[in-house]
């Protein structure tokens, strides 16, 4: 049962190998291996790592688009279903959203802004129209994106701004956890900055849990509570955002974050 | 500075009918022997642009206007031939995304000795050799079966070197890095740019680079350019920049919104153009 | 549930230019004569004048007769109506069940996916006229026949690149978020991806309209398709070709040249839609 302690995502020995190559011979690639971990409510989760660190895989099983190989997200302690039905996935989806790294990909270019977020509000709410228009405009404000942007086009959006008519979508549902894939990761910093206030405003109102996939540690200390640190599917290091970056414990970890260039920063060759 | 090796005068550059046509609005600079200089900006600034522009890659229909001169020659008014050995020889670019710039079938081998196609069975052998030589001063261990191997079965921090190799092979005098590292993981990206500052030491080649990320320019690079909407509107030195000495408002409000790994701001300092606006027209 | 309130607009507006709007003027023409043949044709198509037998162009008769005296003119302005309505048929028919296969297997990889490749590939290696004659002679010779016939080869490649269109637009993720935000199969399949591959999908159909022209055509030239007395182009060819030795070109002649105009204008008509330029892919 839900009680106020209950973690939003709990994954539980998180698995997944990918089966590659012809019909000859098939390659097992472990994409993710044997990662645990939980998201309090209310509070932003990082997942971190580089190409290869299955950091996407496991924000994709939580969003329910990959199945687990082995163990289970359990979503405010219910089990995410293997092979969920179309009601289930409409609960599930009243739970976790996703936004996506592209803004430019991840919107129907047919579809007006304003249309894309009625039609997620449409399938979970059984409301009239004006109901839902009114949703709509509260949504475009919570985003700050003006009104009159619900009928735009996507290609008539800047990239930020299709990022958050994205992050505007995604929270139609009401959900209580939204998982965000690398969502800052293609912008203008100037217009980065403006999307992470805009999360941070919108997590202060909601009260909805992120579990914030990146591979950019300065964007982790600046929304994140807590970190992983994934390297090849498994989980390095672990911990309060603050901590991991100011005293990481393992080699690894710091390595990642002395390459990121800052004051002080010179390139350097690997061993 | 008349001994400067690259000097671009008063460039313009537009696409008529494009819905922003005025792509490049009167970029001047000049690059000596040897330094390293950075070009920074967000997408739309004409950063790339301005390189490909050096290089005479200029998209089509576009109409060009103002001066570039390599070593005193006019690049606008060279032949074909001799632009071809300028590419070739004098200048070398990286770019973005090194799967889209090799021929996804062509083995890795074929693509560093293309140039000596055509010549003799042991004139082909030495290159083949010198080419692995390069790979392996790369740092790839196992040079020769890379060699042999196809762009996709590379991860991109490897093709980025083949890529180095193949323009540092050629000993440029100029090597321009358009987002070089920007595809690759932080720590291979830190490795691919000590790669870089070892051979531009080592070749005394100058270069140039450019990226999105002020931080990593600033590490790097001799002199920082700040580009925006098709204008340069600020150089400076890394020291300025880390002194807080940035005199445009549009390089004090890039500077001031990005986030820190060392420090979390209650809220990001988020760009108001309407500082700027109109002062860069 | 209630009724979808979904606006959906054009992504961009194709920007139609001479190269489709010359072809498209010349199909409209043939359209419009198959529709108001009665009315256009001046003499009865089928009426007979044993007097007036392969006649040369005259002020009576435009195009001359053929070798039953009957008035080419009327005969090749009635023959449009079947010329373009088997087409039609083809295409409407091969268009809704390949697009249909071409989604279904895009969204479910796997067997249903296995599936419909094997029954594509066997379609496809298949000779299609001669799958199209064997169709005929098991059904009966006709205009419908002939064109239910030709229809299920033309499935096969419409299936196959709707298919590949699909596929691309299930694995973008814009579709992906679709299904997280909770939509079933049938409102992302109805309302998102049909309307994206519509482009694809009617500059196909359209080529396949000017290729199924041809082939029923081919059809009734053989005796199999549309039968005599009535007027059909790939007939009056047939019927024309013996009447050719005796010095009298005029029927086979202005039936395969009104044939090859059409063909080529609806041909034209899908490569002007295939190559514009949709949506950039920024």
């Known amino acids: 049962m839900t009680t106020p302690e209950s973690p939003a995502v709990e994954a539980v020995h998180l698995s997944k190998t990918f089966l590659s190559g ?4 098939k390659d097992v690639v472990q994409a993710v291996d044997d990662v645990s971990f939980r998201l309090k409510a209310g509070t932003t989760l990082a997942l971190v790592g580089e190409s290869g660190s299955g950091k996407t895989t496991v924000a994709r099983m939580v969003a329910g688009l990959e199945s687990p190989t082995e163990g289970e997200v359990r979503i405010f302690d219910e ?74 086009l996507p290609s008539e959006l ?87 970056l100011d005293e990481p414990q393992e080699q ?20 | 500075m008349s001994d400067a090796l690259l000097r671009v005068s008063g460039l313009r550059l537009r696409i008529p009918g494009a819905s922003e046509p005025e792509i490049l609005r009167g970029i001047s600079l000049s690059l000596n022997r040897g330094e390293a200089l950075g070009i920074v900006g967000e997408s739309g600034s004409g950063k790339s642009m301005t390189v490909r522009a050096i290089m005479m890659l200029n998209p089509d229909g576009s109409e060009l206007d103002g001066g570039i001169s390599y070593a005193g020659a006019d690049v606008r008014a060279m032949s074909p031939a001799a632009l071809r050995e300028y590419r070739r020889s004098q200048v070398g670019m990286i770019f973005q995304d090194p799967h889209a710039a090799l021929n996804p079938v ?76 920007t595809a690759l993981d932080v720590t291979t990206q830190s490795d691919v740019l000590a790669l870089l500052g070892e051979l531009q030491r080592e070749s005394g080649a100058a270069i140039v680079l450019i990226s999105h990320d002020i931080e990593l320019v600033a590490g790097v690079c001799d002199r920082i350019l700040v580009m925006y909407r098709g204008r340069i509107v600020e150089e400076l030195t890394p020291a300025e920049m880390r002194a807080g000495e940035a005199r445009e408002p549009y390089t004090q409000a890039l500077l001031a919104c990005r986030p820190s790994i060392s420090e979390r701001f209650p809220v990001l300092p988020v760009a108001d153009p309407s500082l700027w606006e109109g002062r860069y027209e | 549930m209630t009724l979808p309130v979904i606006k959906i ?77 088997g087409p039609l048929i083809v295409v409407v028919f091969a268009t809704i ?91 992302i399949g109805f309302r998102h991806l049909v309307p994206n591959l519509l482009p694809v999908i009617i500059a196909q159909a359209t080529t396949s309209f000017g290729f199924a022209m041809v082939e029923l055509a081919g059809i ?63």
């Not at chain 1, 999360?199 to 994140?224: E, K, N």
């Not at chain 3, 067997?111 to 005929?136: E, N, Q, T, Y």
């Not at chain 3, 007027?231 to 202005?254: C, K, R, T, Y």
């Open chain 1, 252 to 271: 690894y970890t710091r390595i990642l974050r002395d390459s990121v260039p800052r004051d002080g920063w010179t390139p350097s060759r690997r061993a």
């Open chain 2, 106 to 181: 062509q083995r890795i081998g074929d693509f560093m000795t293309e140039a000596t196609r055509g010549l003799s069975r042991a004139e082909r052998r030495v290159a083949w050799d010198n080419s692995t030589q390069w790979l392996n001063d790369v740092g790839i261990r196992n040079a020769s079966d890379v060699m042999r191997r196809f762009p996709h079965e590379l991860s991109g921090g490897m093709l980025q070197r083949v890529m180095i190799a193949s323009v540092a092979s050629n000993r440029p005098a100029i090597i321009l890095a358009d987002e070089a590292t």
């Open chain 3, 97 to 187: 069940v390949g697009s249909l296969l071409g989604i279904v297997g895009a969204w479910n990889r796997g067997w249903p996916d296995s599936l419909i490749g094997r029954v594509i590939d066997l379609i496809f290696s298949f000779p299609s006229m001669l799958l199209a004659l064997v169709l005929v002679a098991v059904f009966s010779p006709g205009l419908v026949p002939a064109a239910i016939a030709v229809s299920i080869v033309f499935i096969a490649p419409i299936a196959r690149l709707v298919r590949s269109s699909a596929l691309r637009e299930v694995n973008s993720p814009y579709v992906e978020a679709l299904r997280v935000g909770g939509l079933s199969s049938w409102a």
């Open chain 1, 22 to 25: 012809g019909w000859v011979r």
């Open chain 1, 79 to 152: 089990p995410r279903a293997a092979r969920p039905g179309a009601k289930d996935r409409r609960a599930v989806a009243r739970k976790v959203q996703l936004v996506f790294q592209n803004p430019y990909r991840s919107l129907d270019p047919r579809q007006t802004i304003g249309s894309a977020i009625e039609e997620f509000i449409q399938v979970h709410f059984d409301w009239d129209r004006a109901q839902r228009e009114a949703r709509v405009k509260d949504l475009l404000e919570l985003v700050s994106l003006p009104h009159r942007m619900r009928t735009a």
């Open chain 3, 220 to 282: 009734s030239y053989l005796g199999l398709g549309v039968q005599e007395p009535t007027p059909d182009w790939g007939v009056m060819i047939e019927a024309g070709q013996s009447s050719i030795v005796q010095g009298h070109p005029q029927e086979a002649l202005f039936a395969g040249a009104l044939l090859v105009v059409a063909v080529v204008s609806f041909l034209l008509i899908g490569d002007s839609l295939s190559s514009e330029p949709r949506r950039s892919p920024e």
């Open chain 1, 158 to 244: 800047s990239g930020g701004q299709r990022q958050r008519a994205c992050i505007a979508r995604a929270l139609a549902p009401e959900p209580r956890i939204l998982v965000l894939d690398e969502a800052v990761a293609a912008l203008d910093v100037s217009v980065q900055a403006h999307v992470l206030n805009v999360l941070a405003d919108v997590r202060d109102s909601t009260g909805v849990s992120y579990l914030f996939v990146t591979h950019d540690l300065a964007v982790v200390r600046q929304i994140a509570d807590d970190v992983i640190v994934l390297r090849m599917g498994a989980v390095v290091e672990s911990g309060p955002a603050a901590r991991v």
């Open chain 3, 9 to 85: 607009r054009a992504a961009s507006r194709m920007r139609l230019t001479a190269r489709f709007w010359a072809p498209a003027c010349v199909a409209g023409a043939f359209g419009l004569i198959a529709l108001f043949a009665r009315l256009i044709a001046p003499y009865n198509p089928g009426a007979t004048d044993v007097l007036q037998l392969l006649q040369p162009p005259s002020p009576e008769h435009w195009l001359g007769t053929d070798s039953s005296g009957r008035d080419l003119l009327s005969r090749l302005i009635s023959g449009s109506q079947t010329a373009l309505l």
